[in-house]
């Protein structure tokens, strides 16, 4: 079985605190899985002996089925948790919810929650290890990682590549954790929203500012379209979205004026508000192989903090 080298950190809560290093190891371990085989002829033993637990306490198809097959297809046992049906909906807190799978002998814990700080809150309450799949607007490490690493495919590298986030940024896990690592990578990001949807943490911050696609069109290599997360948004001040469409979703058109740009959306889509379903299913998406790359990401992610918790498990 092939070790790989052991990583600096102990849990994935989000790509703000990784370093170059900590990247690029986990974009080596990915090309490992996808050149050898991500599917179910091609199993693994890394994850032997472990359970996963799968906690999603927010709605998920990617994220929650790529995770599960992941941990699958390297040997471990998966469990779902998801609030619906559980003793959650009898007033059990989140805390004691933990505790109370941990004593059923777990090993690993995949965190979806609407609540920013709720898995940072989960890690000082149990001795597993955490990967954050997406908490409230903080960070989707994994997403942000399997975006990269599909444009890697694409590109030696991303320094000095154009790469522009259009849409509801504010609200968006995915934007924080893209722009955290795009920037690490050396690309030169840009956004793209009506002010609405500019998070504060991005005023004043030099980063690239469009006031329409057209504008974005021109300028960049990569579009990421983000649809507008209502579930996050809790006022009526939305943008009507027949004019959102008009001045911020990408059109056929602007395939036409760009055979080279590239398209990419970390799903779920909105067709016909920040994109087209011709442009989505174009060859100059990459949306499908996002999704393909999400598994050999998160293959990638469990085989090194699983490698991490033995040698820490060791040294006890
Ligand atoms: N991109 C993403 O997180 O999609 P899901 O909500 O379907 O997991």
């Given amino acids: 079985m092939k070790h790989f080298p052991e990583i600096g950190y102990k849990h994935l809560i989000g790509i703000e605190n990784l370093n170059y290093e900590d990247i690029r190891q986990i974009f080596q371990t990915a090309q490992f899985f996808s050149d050898n085989g991500i599917n179910g002829h091609n199993k693994y033993d890394y994850l032997n002996g472990k359970t996963i637990v799968?906690?999603?306490?927010?709605?998920?198809?990617?994220?929650r089925c790529s995770f599960e097959l992941a941990a699958k297809r390297l040997g471990a046992e998966t469990l779902l948790f998801q609030p619906h049906g559980s003793s959650i909906e009898k007033g059990e807190t989140l805390i004691d919810t933990l505790e109370t799978i941990d004593a059923m002998g777990v090993d690993m814990w995949v965190v979806r929650?609407?609540?920013?700080g709720s898995i940072d809150e989960m890690t000082k309450n149990s001795a597993c290890l955490f990967i954050n799949a997406g908490e409230g607007n903080n960070e989707h490490p994994t997403q942000a990682l399997l975006d990269a690493f599909t444009l890697l495919e694409k590109f030696p590298t991303l320094e000095g590549k154009k790469i522009c986030i259009v849409g509801d940024i504010a609200h968006s896990r995915v934007a924080r954790s893209d722009i955290f690592l795009f920037q690490k990578l050396g690309a030169e990001v840009g956004i793209c929203a009506p002010d609405i949807f500019i998070p504060?943490?991005?005023?004043?911050?030099?980063?690239?500012?469009?006031?329409?696609?057209?504008?974005?069109?021109?300028?960049?290599?990569?579009?990421n379209m983000l649809r507008i997360q209502k579930e996050r948004i809790h006022h009526n001040n939305l943008p009507d979205t027949g004019e959102f469409n008009t001045y911020y979703g990408i059109r056929e058109k602007h395939l036409v004026k760009k055979p080279e740009l590239i398209v990419m959306h970390p799903g779920p889509v909105n067709y016909g508000v920040?994109?087209?379903?011709?442009?989505?299913?174009?060859?100059?998406?990459?949306?499908?192989?996002?999704?393909?790359?999400?598994?050999?990401?998160?293959?990638?992610?469990?085989?090194l903090l699983s490698q991490?918790?033995?040698s820490l498990r060791k040294e006890k």
């Fill in 200 to 223: 504060e943490f991005l005023n004043n911050s030099g980063i690239h500012r469009f006031t329409s696609i057209d504008e974005v069109v021109e300028w960049a290599d990569i579009v």
């Fill in 113 to 116: 929650h609407s609540i920013n």
């Fill in 54 to 63: 799968l906690g999603f306490f927010e709605s998920s198809t990617r994220t």
């Fill in 274 to 303: 920040e994109i087209e379903h011709d442009v989505a299913h174009s060859t100059q998406s990459v949306i499908q192989r996002q999704v393909r790359n999400g598994v050999a990401i998160r293959m990638a992610v469990l085989t």
């Fill in 308 to 310: 991490k918790q033995d």
